[in-house]
């Protein structure tokens, strides 16, 4: 069964979503992504015990750093799901790029995306 996602969704591997760091998603940000999310294992189902825990920790206190700098926190999202679920992978992909194309382009990164230098 082949998977319809959007295009514009950048899939990246890491072993486990504990390895996902906070610089990581910043970073993802600051370089002109609209939104990023994260989508780990079950919980209580982690091959490494807690990195799912512990990106859900990550990515609850990135969503609290944009909020103190005005940015939506719906623009950073963990999602938990299987390896045996790809249709939901696919259609979480979907509702969160519908999600970042309701909130508008990101008031951040507007230079890494026209190319230009930051003064």
């Known amino acids: 069964m082949r998977l319809s996602y959007p295009s514009n969704v ?5 072993p486990c979503t504990g390895r996902v760091d906070i610089l990581h998603l910043l970073k993802a940000i600051e370089d002109g992504a609209d939104g ?5 294992c079950l919980e209580g189902d982690c091959h490494y015990l807690t990195g799912n825990l512990k990106a859900k920790k990550r990515v609850a206190y990135v969503k609290k750093v944009l909020e103190d700098i005005g940015m939506e926190p719906e623009r950073v999202e963990m999602y938990n799901l299987s390896a045996a679920q790809g249709t939901r992978f696919a259609e979480i992909a979907r509702e969160f790029t519908e999600r970042i194309l309701d909130l508008g382009p990101s008031p951040v990164g507007s230079e890494a995306k026209s190319g230009g230098e930051a003064a």
């Open 10 to 14: 950048k899939v990246i591997n890491v």
């Open 36 to 40: 990023v999310y994260v989508a780990g």
